[in-house]
Each structure stands twice: as structure tokens, then as C-alpha cells.
T-cell receptor, first 118, second 113 residues
Framework: NAGVTQTPKFRVLKTGQSMTLLCAQDMNHEYMYWYRQDPGMGLRLIHY???????AKGEVPDGYNVSRLKKQNFLLGLESAAPSQTSVYFCASSSPFSRTSGRTDTQYFGPGTRLTVL | SQQGEEDPQALSIQEGENATMNCSYKTSINNLQWYRQNSGRGLVHLIL?????REKHSGRLRVTLDTSKKSSSLLITASRAADTASYFC?????????????FGTGTLLAVQP
């Protein structure tokens, strides 16, 4: 099992350029998430998905779009990159929490994508 | 939104010593999780403690939870240089039908050999 993988690992963009970050998981998880991590800020949720074909906004969604066309993939798009989007981006996946089954909502993280916008 | 706040922000100890990190949160929870992040890597789940548990052990890790004080602590015993990392607590936010975790800002632990 590869777990959660992210592509690319590093990227440098110029202001106004666009790009897509790809996240893939092989654990058959229903839920997937995109976070950004900035110094001193912890992780902040950008967008998330509770299933194929569904997406929802997180804490800091502005300037980003997402798509979940396949259960195993979750794409994060930047249509017009800005220097404020310089950050490390993490994807994560999890199963739904279930009180009856005792299944927890532990999240499994990818290795991250370091993005610099000049 | 509820959020875990870790304390201290940074901690430096010698190898072999114990390290204690604390987390406070704001609203009622049914579990609290601790994650570790090595420099330049993604977060890795360490341990989960449920709201009806007061203490839990996993190897050299000991987690306590005090729901009356809305706080948790993570103790790493006999620390090693390899324990150098950032440690985050995370609490669930079950608004709507989603499973979202709210992460704190982390404690940076440095273990000196």
C-alpha cells in the first residue's frame, strides 16, 4: 500500500499562473481533505470531500477549487496563483467516524507539496 | 470553531529525559488525537483517546484526557533524538455530516543527543 501520495513534491509558480495538485489514496477512504500549513499557523483546512462527486469548503477556501471525480483522487486547483498561496499543502484521507462500529476518524497524510509563488 | 492549543510552543530536552506537551480545546469532544510531524514530512497519527478514557498508553507514549478541564497531555518517556518533531493535537468537528479535525498550532520538540 502506498497510502496517500501527492504530486508534485515541489513547484515554483509566477503570480497569475495556474496549477493542479494531485492527491491519490489506495485505502478506499470515503473522506479526503486538503490543508495548507504555514509557519506558526498549524494546519488549516482548504476544502474537503465526503465522497466521490462531492466537495465542500473548509476554513480557507478562497483562491482554490477542488474536484473528486474518482473516489481515490482529490485534486486541488489554483486558477491564478498569488504570493499569499506560498505554503506547504497536505492531502489527507479518512474513513467516516462511526459510534456503532467504533471506527475512528484518524486521518492519513501525504508527504506534502511545497509551493512557492513568486 | 473549536481548536486545540498546544503548550509549550517549543521544548528542548536531553536524550533520556521525559517530554510533556499539553493541549487545551474549547468544546465537548468524543475523542482527541495526537499526531507527529517530522521536518518536511506529513503528519503521522500517534494515538487517540476517547472521551470516556482518562489515560492511554502506547509504547513510550502516555496520553491523558481531562474533559472537565478540556485538556490533554502527551508524555514521551525516555526520549530519543528520533523523537525530535512537531506534535499536534486534533479534535473533531462534526458539524453537519462531515468528519473534520481541527489541529492546534503544535509543539516543536527538540531532543538533544
Amino acid at each position: 500500500n502506498a497510502g496517500v501520495t501527492q504530486t508534485p513534491k515541489f513547484r515554483v509558480l509566477k503570480t497569475g499562473q495556474s496549477m493542479t495538485l494531485l492527491c491519490a489514496q489506495d485505502m478506499n477512504h470515503e473522506y479526503m481533505y486538503w490543508y495548507r500549513q504555514d509557519p506558526g499557523m498549524g494546519l488549516r483546512l482548504i476544502h474537503y470531500s465526503v465522497g466521490e462527486g462531492t466537495t465542500a469548503k473548509g476554513e480557507v477556501p478562497d483562491g482554490y477549487n477542488v474536484s473528486r471525480l474518482k473516489k481515490q483522487n482529490f485534486l486541488l486547483g489554483l486558477e491564478s496563483a498569488a504570493p499569499s498561496q506560498t505554503s506547504v499543502y497536505f492531502c489527507a484521507s479518512s474513513s467516516p467516524f462511526s459510534r456503532t462500529s467504533g471506527r475512528t476518524d484518524t486521518q492519513y497524510f501525504g508527504p506534502g507539496t511545497r509551493l512557492t509563488v513568486l | 470553531s473549536q481548536q486545540g492549543e498546544e503548550d509549550p510552543q517549543a521544548l528542548s530536552i536531553q536524550e533520556g529525559e521525559n517530554a510533556t506537551m499539553n493541549c487545551s480545546y474549547k468544546t465537548s469532544i468524543n475523542n482527541l488525537q495526537w499526531y507527529r510531524q517530522n521536518s518536511g514530512r506529513g503528519l503521522v497519527h500517534l494515538i487517540l483517546i476517547r472521551s470516556n478514557e482518562r489515560e492511554k498508553h502506547s509504547g513510550r507514549l502516555r496520553v491523558t484526557l481531562d474533559t472537565s478541564k478540556k485538556s490533554s497531555s502527551l508524555l514521551i518517556t525516555a526520549s530519543r533524538a528520533a523523537d525530535t518533531a512537531s506534535y499536534f493535537c486534533a479534535t473533531p468537528n462534526y458539524g453537519g455530516a462531515t468528519n473534520k479535525l481541527i489541529f492546534g498550532t503544535g509543539t516543536l520538540l527538540a531532543v538533544q543527543p
